[in-house]
């Protein structure tokens, strides 16, 4: 996101970041699912067939506030 992302709640600057899970693979970028979680036996969470995406996120460096957006639609 190009723009500079103002905190809500004191009108301080945000930092841009992102979310990581970290799973036995490596480190990978959090994404949003759609709808209820589900749970699988062999997978944790059912996630197929349901629209994904990158979860960005900016942090208030004074009042610690996080804000989350989505960008990147992913297939997972
Ligand atoms: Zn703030």
Redesign the pocket.
């Known amino acids: 996101m190009a723009t500079e992302i103002y905190?809500p709640?004191?009108r301080?600057e945000m930092t841009e970041g992102y979310a990581v899970d970290h799973t036995h693979g490596g480190k990978v970028q959090s994404t949003w699912v759609e709808g209820e979680p589900e749970e699988s036996f062999w997978t944790g969470l059912k996630t197929s067939n349901r629209a994904a995406f990158r979860i960005q996120a900016f942090r208030?460096p004074?009042?610690?506030?996080l804000e989350f957006y989505t960008t990147d639609q992913v297939n997972i």
């Open positions: 905190c709640k004191c301080t208030c004074a009042c610690h506030y």
